[in-house]
């Protein structure tokens, strides 16, 4: 919030009473008005105009029979539900056409709720890690009373074995119902047996796992009964659909039937009977409604480059080229983050902020998640792990991403990339390949060293620790030319696992810091960390490493955002000198002898969101 803005209180709690000159002094501080003195800690909400969207509830459109014989499939002990404990229902057909959506249904229907114990969903993507589903799935589940508050440390552990033995706890006689959407491949029918081998253990009959999959081959080995296969919406069901995608709750024009209704129709056969398409063109549609436009959709050339029958990528593409510049910077970037992440639209503005796509001073200004909303290109949930809203990208949309921006941007995300297919124009490059060792994945990185400028990179983006040294050595050999790094996130286990170049990376803007929970505890942040002046934003909310702080941490005097945990804000020595600071959780008067006087709050003028002050005595 700047100086100009007025700040309020809303609230504060504490058990004893302070003089009432320090209540005076932190109100004069930061400017909120008066502060009863009743406290010790004060918890301050520093406000700020803050936007919002409406959030529409999809209704199934054309599905609604198949969706009530599933039901009822599901949720009637006939068949093999009356012996087997477990059956498995795949849910197949091709990317855009619902498969998710119909699986969203069947999981929130009351009927389902009713006759399942204990319902878990979890988003596979290309990524069949049984260790980490399985942490996963144990984290969708309510604890026993055995577990009391082992609950959470349960979760936490490596211990495949042990997890699956939580598991086996928590549902040994509970009817489950498991949802495993979007899986693109499992290696192998051992590899599913030891993801479902907890879930055969159970007590009760007729408990599902329902999986979402493109592809018929997953299907016919996870299957243990007939998989449902959907296709396009038939075309009625689909213009009506379409329809609804293009006006939402508002009317059609007065003179639809005669001048658009036609041209709606021819539209909507190019698009293969796909929901995800037709939202997509359908809000394009909304964006200006003249035949002009319309008619200028229809005969894109794009859609002569359509090829097999489910092909809907040329239909995605044209709506693309119809956003803003700064709307396709940003859909652009958002490929170099694995499939199916979680985005936050703060994530992605200090992206664009960091790559100088937008200006820090107006950051705040525009949601751009919030627009690729509008435009059909994200979809947003509610995610109670984040408290709030997050945005998320459709598989397809994520194939779209990664090909608009391929002159720019690489996202390796399996072992059978190819060097020679990266452009040499490459600055922004992320990785997110499994932790074993793979031959080629080693030769075709020494290839990318050769072929892109690893010196001039501008963003390196690694999601995941490496517990497999050789792939921990192959990524720290290979980066380290890194030296105009503007972005970068790397997850360490140990001080040895920093890149070489760490303290050299003096034009990081945005730094993003994670280490796994069963790693190093005593593990330190670099010293060097204060020497990154340029940094605006660092992200340690992940860090799992001691909570000292570095002696000079304040010299990151130009740092909008800190985004950790409580602990680690209270550690900020001289907190005053960062007097761009938007967000500081907690403060501890006098903690240490010095740099943690109250006066230290008075220069961050920019602060916003609640402030806990403590030691108020």
């Known amino acids: 919030m700047s100086s100009t803005t007025s700040r309020s209180m809303t609230g504060y709690t504490a058990p004893t009473t302070p003089p009432q000159s320090h209540c005076d002094s932190v109100s004069n501080l930061l400017g909120i008005g008066s502060i009863p003195s009743n406290n010790t800690a004060l918890s301050v909400v520093l406000h700020r105009p803050q936007t919002a969207s409406m959030i529409i509830q999809d209704t199934l459109y054309g599905r609604r029979d198949v969706f009530e014989e599933t039901v009822n499939r599901i949720t009637t002990l006939t068949g093999t539900a009356q012996t087997e404990t477990v059956s498995v229902l795949p849910i197949v057909g091709p990317g855009g056409i619902g498969k998710t959506t119909l699986a969203q249904h069947l999981y929130n229907d009351g009927r389902t709720k009713k006759h399942f114990d204990v319902p878990v969903w979890v988003c596979v993507s290309t990524d069949f890690d049984v260790l980490k589903l399985t942490r996963e799935i144990l984290a969708c589940m309510t604890a026993t009373e055995e577990e009391g508050g082992r609950g959470s440390a349960a979760n936490e552990t490596t211990n495949l074995d042990q997890l699956q033995k939580s598991i086996a706890r928590r549902i040994k006689s509970k009817r489950f119902l498991i949802v495993l959407d979007d899986i693109w491949r499992c290696d192998g029918e051992d590899q599913w047996k030891t993801l479902l081998a907890p879930f055969t253990k159970g007590e009760a009959k007729g408990s599902m796992v329902l999986v979402t999959t493109r592809f018929p081959k997953v299907a016919d080995m996870v299957k243990t009964v007939d998989p449902l296969e959907l296709r396009g919406l038939e075309s009625n069901d689909f213009f009506t659909f379409f329809e609804a995608c293009i006006f939402g709750e508002d009317d059609k024009p007065e003179h639809y039937e005669d001048e658009f209704a036609g041209i709606a129709g021819k539209i909507a056969n190019k698009l293969k009977g796909s929901p995800l398409a037709a939202k997509t063109v359908g809000r394009l549609l909304h964006k200006h409604l003249s035949q002009e436009h319309w008619n200028g959709v229809l005969e894109k050339h794009q859609w002569l480059k359509q090829q097999e029958n489910e092909d809907i990528m040329q239909s995605l593409k044209i709506s693309y080229d119809y956003l803003p510049f700064d709307l396709k910077k940003c859909f652009s970037y958002c490929g170099l983050f694995p499939e199916d992440h979680r985005f936050t639209s703060s994530e992605i503005n200090h992206f664009l902020v960091a790559t100088g796509i937008i200006d820090s001073n107006h950051q705040a200004d525009r949601n751009y998640l919030e627009e690729l909303v509008d435009n059909g290109f994200l979809m947003k949930e509610l995610d109670d792990c984040v408290g709030g809203y997050c945005y998320v990208m459709h598989d397809l949309m994520h194939e779209l991403s990664k090909s608009v921006s391929a002159q720019e941007c690489h996202n390796i995300s399996g072992f059978g990339f190819r060097a020679d297919a ?47 040294e050789r792939i921990a050595k ?8 890194i030296n105009s790094l503007r972005v970068l996130f790397i997850v360490v286990k140990s001080a040895q696992s920093f890149p070489d170049r760490f303290p050299k990376l003096i034009h990081l803007q945005y730094l993003k810091i994670s280490s796994s929970l069963d790693g190093d505890r005593e593990m330190r942040l670099p010293s060097t960390l204060p020497r990154f002046y340029h940094l605006k934003f660092l992200d340690l909310y992940d860090w799992n490493g001691r909570s000292d702080l570095p002696e000079d941490f304040s010299h990151l005097e130009n740092l909008h955002d800190f985004h950790a945990r409580s602990h680690l804000h209270s550690n900020i020595r001289n907190v005053g000198k960062m007097k761009h600071l938007q967000k500081l959780k907690e403060f501890h008067v006098k903690k240490e002898s010095m740099g943690f006087e109250l006066t230290e709050l008075g220069a961050l003028a920019e602060l916003e969101g609640r402030l806990i002050i403590r030691s108020l005595e």
């Open 422 to 468: 990266i452009s040499q124009s490459v600055r922004h490059l992320s990785i997110n390949v499994e932790d074993i060792y793979d031959a080629n994945f080693e030769k075709e990185m020494c290839k990318l060293r050769e072929r892109i400028d690893i010196a001039n990179l501008r963003t390196l983006m690694i999601f995941r620790e490496y517990e497999e």
């Open 474 to 481: 192959i990524l720290k050999d290979n980066f380290k030319g």
